[in-house]
């Protein structure tokens, strides 16, 4: 069985975790709205040339990119498109928010904050475009989740929400709902995050745009609330369930499922079989490995729960040189944090 210190080490990790990785991705639906772009959205990731016909297919194209794991193939798109000043100005502001997401997923927190304050401020005065600008309010919030600002980035979320519940958006309130509940659950405020949770759930049946990727993401945060409540077999089985979706639906190589693996693998380690927990992080760390820069703050903060899991194994020499070289670069890096970030008041009223 694992030494309680394990387990106290193991609630930390879950936190990081959570809050940098489990949250997946935000605006699933950002520009794909309707069946028939969704439909071609494959389509535009087989054949690029496919999605140069307009620059509104080529936004599509972008976004198509960013969310399989490929965010500077996107940013270099994006950046051509704004650069080219085609789009109008509800597809610029959409354009931010997503290049926000690329340069939040590559771990460049400063550049990702300044995108997504242009999108912000592109997308406030838009009367008529609620859903985008909650969208760009939700996914800021997460990039406020990855520094630390908790605070903030429960501010940003629940105006998003109160955004969505104002236009009926079933789907939108699901995911800021969940998003919600694990700030909640990373600050140790189970009842609260359960509420949230709650709430995501009861939206979820209403919604009819969800895919995997958001049930992946609900099944998650259940996993985490049943470990807080201590029942972690329970714990164990929510995060097969969120793996196998994110699986089905990405294939191997993606941060996504990576980070599947990592999270089921720690909640293996909770229920003493180390065994498993190891290998099932050591198939995490090795897909984030190929998927993210080595340097990436979420590719570090797994190198530290993978650490201390194999620490448990036994293995102390090297569980302290992996810990000891992750923590230097999550340090080292630290400029290159959202430390000062700053945005309209208009996002709070």
């Not at 996914?139 to 600002?149: M, T």
């Not at 759930?201 to 995997?212: G, H, I, K, M």
């Amino acid at each position: 069985m694992p030494s309680r210190g394990w387990k106290n080490k193991a609630g930390r990790l879950a936190n990081r975790i959570h809050g940098t990785g489990a949250t997946m991705r935000n605006s699933l639906s950002l520009i794909l709205k309707d069946k028939v772009a969704t439909t071609f959205l494959s389509l535009f990731i087989a054949c690029p040339l496919l999605a140069q016909t307009t620059p509104d297919q080529r936004l599509a194209h972008a976004y198509a990119l960013e969310r399989e794991g490929k965010p500077a193939q996107a940013i270099v798109e994006l950046h051509a498109l704004l650069d080219e000043k085609s789009l109008d100005t509800q597809a610029v502001g959409k354009a931010w928010n997503v290049l926000g997401l690329a340069y939040e997923d590559q771990g460049d927190y400063l550049d990702s904050q300044h995108a997504y304050e242009r999108s912000i401020r592109t997308l406030e005065g838009l009367s008529n475009n609620i859903e985008d600008y909650a969208m760009a309010l939700d996914d800021f919030g997460g990039l406020y989740l990855e520094a630390g600002q908790l605070e903030l980035a429960v501010r940003l979320r629940q105006k998003a929400f109160s955004l969505y519940e104002k236009i009926s958006d079933h789907a939108g309130m699901t995911r800021a709902s969940r998003n919600l509940a694990g700030i909640a659950f990373s600050r140790q405020k189970t009842t609260e995050g359960r509420r949230y949770l709650e709430r995501a759930v009861t939206e979820a049946q209403l919604a009819n745009d969800l895919d995997s990727d958001d049930l992946a993401a609900i099944a998650s945060m259940q996993g985490w609330l049943a470990q807080l409540d201590g029942h972690r077999e329970m714990s164990v089985s929510r995060y097969k369930q969120s793996l196998d979706l994110l699986l089905k639906r990405h294939g191997e190589e993606h941060p996504f499922v990576g980070w599947g693996y990592m999270l089921l693998g720690r909640a293996h380690a909770d229920v003493g079989e180390l065994t498993t927990a190891l290998a099932e992080m050591s198939q995490g760390r090795a897909i984030l490995g190929r998927t993210l820069d080595s340097q990436n703050p979420k590719y570090l903060t797994a190198e530290i729960a993978y650490s201390h899991v194999l620490d448990a194994t036994g293995a102390h020499l090297e569980a302290a040189r992996i810990r000891t070289n992750a923590e230097r670069g999550l340090k080292e890096g630290f400029s290159h944090r959202c430390n000062n970030c700053t945005i309209s008041a208009a996002a709070f009223q």
